[in-house]
């Protein structure tokens, strides 16, 4: 994965976090980037939330994985 992908993963968890994507269930967007440098690329996103968690987040598009990982998110105070 690289950058803008874990940055649009990243997004949707903050968006949770944030109030302003459901804090339960299943919640889709979209990235559009790259546009301004000539690679435009769409992304396409899903984060899963319980309890204003976000507890999983998916993204698909034209990209080329290079890694795969985990994000755990600490209980607060951490």
Do not use: K, Q
């Not at 950058?3 to 109030?19: D, F, K, P, R, T």
């Not at 546009?35 to 319980?50: H, I, M, Q, W, Y």
């Amino acid at each position: 994965m690289r950058g803008g992908a874990a940055a649009a993963l990243g997004l949707g968890a903050w968006l949770v976090a944030a109030g302003l994507l459901p804090g339960d269930g299943d919640s889709a967007y979209v990235v559009r980037r790259g546009a301004e440098l000539g690679r435009p690329s769409v992304l396409e996103c899903t984060v899963s939330a319980s309890g204003g968690v976000p507890v999983g987040t998916t993204v698909a598009g034209h990209v080329v994985p290079v890694a795969t990982g985990e994000i755990i998110a600490l209980p607060a105070g951490h």
